[in-house]
Structures are given as C-alpha cells and as structure tokens.
C-alpha cells in the first residue's frame, strides 16, 4: 500500500506513569517524526522510528509544514491535563463497574446515560470555552470522542465485519436486528482489543443512547493527490458523523468525530455525502483548491484538536518498541482525506471515498 494502513485503526491504552519524564516531549512532538523512514523493524535508542507498514514521503515528507504543525498543536502540556483529569480511563472504569454489577437492558443505558450526563456537566464549560457557539449536541459528542480515545488495546478484531455481515459465512447480526444498543453497547464494552471500525461503532451506539443522531462514516480514498504529487491509497478509515441543528436558522449540519485520533471537525452542512438532508458543503465551500481544504478549515477554526494520547513521544516510542503499528501517523493523513472528498475517480477497494451508513438497522436501532 502507498500510505500507512488504516483498515486497523486502534491503540493500545498505556498507563500515565508512562508520562513521568520530563516535560519536554510536550515540546518535541513534531520532532519523533522527522527523520527518515526505513525499513528496519524494532526500536531505536534515539527514539526516532518509523512503522515499518508506513510511508515516509507520503504519511509526512510531502504534507505541507504548516499542516504538520497544526496536527501536533493539542499535544501541550494544558491539553494533556485536560484529557487525564476528564476523560483517561474513565469510560474504561464505568465499563468495570457496569461488569461487576452485571448491568444490562434498560439498567445498563440508564447507567450510560448517567455516567455521560455528569461528564457532560463537569467539562461543557471548558469545551465551550475552547470551541464556542455550538450546541449541547456538538459538546456530547466531543465528551463521547475523548471518553473513547485509547479505550481499547490495538488489535485487528472482526466484531463490526460479524455483525454486519461483512464477514464471509458469517451472520449479519446487527441488521437482522438481533442487538439492541443496550446489547451491543455491553459487548463493545467488554471488548479488550479493537480498531477503528469498533471505535467508530462504540461511539455511534454510544451517541444513540445518550439521543444523539450518530452516523458512522467510512473513508477509503485512492486516488492522484495534489498534495503528494503521486497516487495516494489511505486504506479504510471509519469514524463518525453527529447530526446536528444549526443553532442559527435550525438547518442540518455535521460534526465529525474521530475518536482514534482525538479530533473532530465542524465543517457545517455536508450535502455531498448527506443529499437530501443537508443544502450546501462545508468541505467543498472550505477553498476552491482541494489541497487546500485542510489548513482552510483549521484557520477558519473548523478542526477541532485534543490531546493524542498515542501521539505523546513516550507512549509512541513504548508502541514502536513493542513492534505495534504506530496509529499517531492517522492524524496526518487527514489532509489527503479532505483533499479526496466526497468521492474521487478511484476508491480503495471499490468503496466510495467517503460513505455514511445510513441503513435503518444502524440509524434506528431499538434501545432495549
């Protein structure tokens, strides 16, 4: 493949005595990623390596400098406190606790929504403070992204391919309606080892309990980029979409939110992957050059960064130690991603670029 595979799109959650060293990798994130790729395995003692399965030129080399900079601007030191004082381990604590109690149907979405209504409470007015103007509904879907970010242990798993038939032979669990969200809510939290398409799955279930309209959205680009100068093929990337009333005039709108990374983007209506639902396109209105599309939205305050927890140099050099595919490089291919949008000539493996999973089975799920 020409870019970093993205088809597993998870991490491994570290612990925070991983953060004891001193503050200066803050301050040096960029830096892990500067020197040259190669293909030796393993890890070296400078604390500078690249995957093996990645692409130098095309994952970092040919993205422009100042979206470089802009990818690695949550890692501070303000950030991080932020994320570990709300968020890290939280949900990986609830989901315990909902364990040893044996919690499930309706007692386990009550249990949920509790749980997400106090976050929600204790952490609106900073996220209001940092992106102003947007509803409740944009501020619990950021509360569910960083509630996810690093729940799950990096790890190739088949469970959202099982329940949507994607599986040969397998059973098409979840559209013969055979999981209710409280169901699947249960096992996603028992689940140890994901990727991406798990993650975006906890947070679309996640959302629809709490009464939120989340569409999970998958991404397969492959296609010539302005950027690189070159054919660019991203794999599968799955994340997903809030649906949202303007606060202005009421009209549809769209939150991207990308929990394997810790971003999330406003860019407004998204008619071209929502027809019918939305007028007009944040993404394609951004500028009228598609490479341009990313740094566009970020100046105009539309990309929405936090903490990387996966990102942070002690916890990428302990992933790269321990042979295991390094998802920081992800929040780099986010350039190509809205480069390629809605849907260039080419798509990977015949998968429209970018497609909403607007089926009934996903959209209107029975609680319990």
């Known amino acids: 493949m020409k870019i970093y595979r993205l088809v597993a799109g998870l991490f491994i959650a570290l612990g925070v005595h991983s953060l004891s060293h001193a503050q200066t990798p803050f301050d ?4 892990q990623y500067t020197a040259a790729w190669n293909y030796q395995s393993g890890y070296r003692t400078d604390g500078v390596q690249w995957d093996p399965m990645a692409d130098y030129q095309v994952t ?24 570990s004082t709300n968020f890290q381990g939280k949900l990986r604590a609830f989901a315990q606790r909902a364990q040893s109690q044996a919690l499930a149907g309706k007692p386990l979405l009550d249990a949920t929504t509790s749980f997400l209504d106090a976050t929600f409470t204790r952490v609106k007015p900073q996220l209001a403070q940092m992106y102003p103007g947007y509803p409740d509904d944009v501020y619990k879907a950021l509360v569910i992204q960083n509630l996810s970010h690093g729940i799950y242990v990096y790890g190739t798993s088949l469970y959202y391919e099982t329940i949507t038939g994607q599986v040969t032979g397998s059973s098409p669990i979840l559209q013969n309606g055979q999981l209710t969200v409280a169901q699947e809510l249960e096992s996603l939290l028992e689940l140890t080892t994901a990727d991406c398409g798990e993650l975006a799955e906890l947070d679309r279930v996640l959302g629809h309990a709490w009464g939120l309209d989340m569409r999970y959205v998958g991404i397969a680009p492959d296609y010539w980029s302005s950027i690189a100068q ?33 971003m999330a983007a406003a860019p407004g209506p998204l008619s071209a992957i929502f027809p019918g ?23 105009a305050g539309r990309i929405m960064p936090f903490f990387d927890y996966f990102m942070h140099p002690p916890v990428r050099s302990g992933y790269l130690k321990s042979s295991i595919t390094d998802a920081s490089l992800i929040k780099f291919m986010y350039s190509y991603y809205f480069e390629a949008y809605p849907n260039p000539a080419q798509s990977y493996l015949n998968y429209p670029a970018w497609q909403v999973n607007s089926a009934s089975w996903s959209t209107q799920q029975p609680l319990y």
């Open 60 to 83: 970092f080399q040919l993205i422009p400098q100042n979206i470089r900079n802009y990818v690695v601007s949550a890692n501070t030191l303000t950030q991080f406190n932020f994320y």
């Open 28 to 31: 040096n994130v960029l830096l």
């Open 230 to 262: 070159e054919r660019v093929q991203a794999g599968i990337h799955a994340i997903d979409a809030l649906v949202y009333a303007s606060p202005v005039n009421g009209a549809k709108q769209a939150l991207l939110i990308d929990s394997l990374t810790n």
């Open 277 to 299: 639902e939305m007028v007009g396109d944040g993404i394609i209105a951004a500028t009228a050059r598609a490479s341009d599309r990313y740094m566009a939205l970020a100046s």
